[in-house]
């Protein structure tokens, strides 16, 4: 048995037995019990035994020879010619998961006969199969060789059956017997196997494998999967313990970091609550997030959802310091970047363990979650994991409805362990769509916090220049917001002119990722008489205070979220507010019309110094008429509908979405869909990493635009080499990406 391998240094008897171990440890952890389990370690003691093969084990002792060679110190010529060799035998190497097929394949259907389990009972056999590709309707097509096995291949098989009777499942045939049932399959071509729509099973169906596998009840075929992905990606890692995919002590690490803080009453209550489902109301800057850890309490997961990338940023930060770098796991488009640059993780089991949320806490945007039930890479892990997990919704009011729809039709089918949502904004209308909670909502004392002051002109927002360069003279930080880009870069324009050399500051989505962070940080700690001129990204992005707002008209929930940014904690006297309510086009065609006019409304209603708790009020009637309207309750329901329809087409299988069409077709978000694009002024930078063995860094260089853009400016084509899209449209550091068609978006969302 010594002499076949798994890996270069790993024989592949004892791999086998590591990762049956290790699965049966978290299919009892994660309470698969009968048949599931039994096809949970039926998938881990078999995923490689098609590793039997000649060619497969050549390529491994090339890979070894390679090994032996480094470590001795070989020169460049030799490692060159042994990683050629490699290289060529890795490529001739018939693929494992898919020479495994016949055994798993007649080992489980000899056990559904032994035990009565429900024909067809293939989960067993689907994950084995997928177990390194997706499961599609193009898998592994094009090999139509039969696999090559070694003769040791039935005393590993052998094994393999011994070490499965040692858990207690069984009984299957002795090696041989089995060898001879297969007969002639292991002399076919197994792709041939798998996609011949003829083929007639015991059960009487006819179809061809490929399809029964797609027709495997997803839930069992995405827990058993989870259990052989995460246990052989932790005996890959050189792991012994599943204990790295759970909290052991969450509620002593939130304790120790709260102790030095005096909790507010509803911080205690939340903490004191058991409720299953948690429904929190608080006001920005009063400890919300706080609340919501001593809630999860003892949680063995915890799983931290929110809108955009530079929220989920922050509370990654922020609860590493909590529960320690090792625990907190990331997920969202660049989660990659933010893993090798903060915390220099870049190893494969790094970045899987982020993406299939098998940290014990990982912080995620909500489009991951969504994606998992839209069946997006590595969606069986993520359901898997997410149904045990202490779920938490933080600013949940920020979705669209069709988002939202996606989100409530999840939720239904595959409920969490525990549900908070948790918002300044928490419309009852919002809160009737999710499931019953217990309601924990600030004291009355703190949403009685008057923060600001209001000014309503009438006068659209290009009149203020004057206004904001004399309050900056006047040494106060002054914060302007507009709706779109090109709006924010001509108030930037203006300002930069009328201000001389004044600190003027633009933020908004539209500039390449590296300089995005630094006018982040910048614009974090102004100094007094700096301008910040930014677009919605501030809504929900920024933990900035400055000291009075000019503003273009918005929603009333936006408008609430960016007079956030200002007198943020209420330490000073109300600050001064200006909204400027007439709209420009690019509003509206965002916003919509009517939300505008009935925000103005309550606007005229509010006090000149609102409450906080006035402010809220304000918000709820607005989402009161919003929600109730026909296009908001169809978009809803069009989220809703999307999500069954993708599971009942789909079954078992992945979605492609690196395929562009897919990506729009299978989208977590609808009123905004953008596309990543490589300006070409940084061209020779990105190739310049890809040949510097700094591929991952190409993320710092893409800036996203509309997706219709591409269909209107002529001005994209595609990088292939880098795969990515290169834009000719022009770029500048100060102002970001200019654009050249026309600006706007087809439905109120808030987005980055």
Not at 4 to 25: S, Y
Not at 386 to 397: G, I, K, N
Not at 575 to 587: K, R, T
Request: glycine share 8%; charged share 20%.
């Amino acid at each position: 048995m010594a002499e076949l391998l798994a890996k270069p240094d790993v024989p592949l008897l004892d791999h086998l037995r590591d990762v049956l171990f290790l699965g049966n440890d978290l299919a009892r952890r994660m309470g698969l019990e009968g048949r599931l389990r039994a096809q949970a370690l039926l998938a881990c003691v078999l995923h490689d035994i098609g590793k039997a093969t000649h060619s497969f084990q050549e390529h491994m002792r090339a890979a070894r020879a390679f090994e032996e060679a480094k470590a001795r110190g070989a020169s460049d010529r030799e490692l060159q010619q042994l990683r050629q060799a490699t290289n060529q035998k890795k490529a001739a190497a018939y693929p494992h998961a898919l020479a495994s097929l016949p055994f798993v394949l007649v080992a489980e259907a000899h056990l559904a006969g032994e035990h009565g389990w429900d024909a067809p009972c293939l989960t067993a056999t689907g994950a084995v199969l997928t177990h390194h590709s997706p499961l599609g309707p193009g898998l592994y097509q094009g090999y139509n060789a039969p696999p090559d096995f070694h003769p040791a291949l039935p005393d590993a098989l052998e094994a393999a059956r011994e070490l499965l009777e040692e858990m207690g499942i069984g009984p299957l045939p002795p090696a041989r017997q089995l060898l001879g049932r297969l007969g002639p399959l292991l002399e076919s071509p197994l792709a041939g196997v798998l996609h011949d729509a003829g083929m007639v099973f015991a059960s009487g169906v006819k179809s061809s494998l490929l399809g029964l596998l797609q027709a495997q009840p997803v839930d069992e075929f995405a827990r058993v999967k989870a259990v052989l992905h995460l246990a052989d990606w932790l005996a890959s890692a050189r792991g012994s313990e599943i204990s790295i995919f759970f909290l052991s002590d969450g509620a002593s690490r939130v304790a120790a970091r709260v102790s030095s803080l005096a909790l507010r009453e509803f911080q205690r209550r939340a903490g004191g609550s058991r409720s299953d489902v948690l429904w929190l109301r608080a006001p920005t800057g009063t400890g919300k997030t706080e609340a919501l850890l001593l809630w999860a309490g003892d949680a063995e997961r915890l799983l931290y959802l929110l809108p955009t990338q530079a929220t989920v940023n922050a509370m990654w930060r922020r609860l590493r310091k909590v529960y320690g770098d090792e625990q907190v796991g990331l997920a969202h488009g660049r989660a990659n970047y933010m893993l090798r640059q903060e915390l220099d993780q870049d190893s494969l089991d790094a970045r899987l363990f982020g993406s299939a949320f098998a940290r014990p806490v990982t912080v995620a945007t909500l489009d991951q979650f969504i994606l998992a039930h839209l069946h997006g890479r590595h969606w069986e892990e993520r359901r898997t994991l997410a149904r045990q997990a202490t779920l938490v919704l933080d600013e949940v009011h920020a979705y669209e409805p069709y988002t939202l729809g996606l989100l409530l039709a999840a939720l239904e089918r595959e409920r969490p362990a525990r549900l908070a949502l948790a918002s300044a904004t928490l419309p009852p209308s919002l809160l009737a769509l999710f499931p019953q909670g217990v309601l924990v909502e600030a004291e009355p004392e703190l949403w009685a916090r008057a923060r600001h002051r209001l000014h309503l002109r009438d006068a659209p927002l290009d009149g203020c220049v004057d206004e904001v360069a004399a309050a900056a003279r006047a040494g106060q930080r002054v914060l302007v917001v507009a709706n779109t880009v090109q709006q924010a870069q001509a108030m930037y324009l203006a300002l930069k002119e009328a201000i001389g050399a004044g600190p003027v500051r633009l933020l908004h989505s539209r500039f390449i990722f590296r300089h995005r962070q630094e006018k982040e940080t910048e614009v974090a700690s102004p100094v007094p008489g700096t301008i910040f001129v930014a677009t919605q990204v501030i809504e929900v992005s920024l933990d900035i205070s400055y000291d009075v707002l000019f503003t273009e008209l918005a929603p009333i929930d936006a408008l609430v979220q960016r007079m956030g940014r200002v007198n943020r904690r209420g330490h000073g006297p109300p600050a001064p507010v200006h909204v400027f309510c007439q709209a420009s086009e690019g509003a509206q065609r965002i916003y919509g019309r009517d939300v505008l006019q009935w925000g103005l409304e309550l606007l005229r209603a509010l006090p000149d110094t609102p409450s906080d708790a006035d402010l809220a009020e304000a918000t709820h009637q607005l989402y009161e008429r919003v929600i109730s309207s026909p296009e908001w309750q169809r978009d809803l329901q069009a989220g809703r509908d999307t999500l069954r329809e993708v599971q009942e087409a789909l079954g078992c299988y992945t979605i492609d979405l690196s395929d562009a069409e897919m990506q729009q077709r299978f989208t977590a978000r609808r009123g905004h869909v953008s596309v990543e694009v490589l300006p070409a002024a940084f061209r020779e930078e990105a190739y310049a990493f890809r040949e510097e063995g700094e591929g991952w860094r190409l993320s710092e260089l893409l800036v996203p635009v509309p997706v219709y853009w591409l269909r209107q400016s002529g001005a994209f084509s595609p990088l292939r080499d880098l795969g990515c899209l290169q834009t000719t449209l022009p770029y500048d550091q100060e102002l970001g990406l200019l654009q050249t068609a026309r600006e706007g978006t087809a439905a109120y969302a808030l987005l980055d």
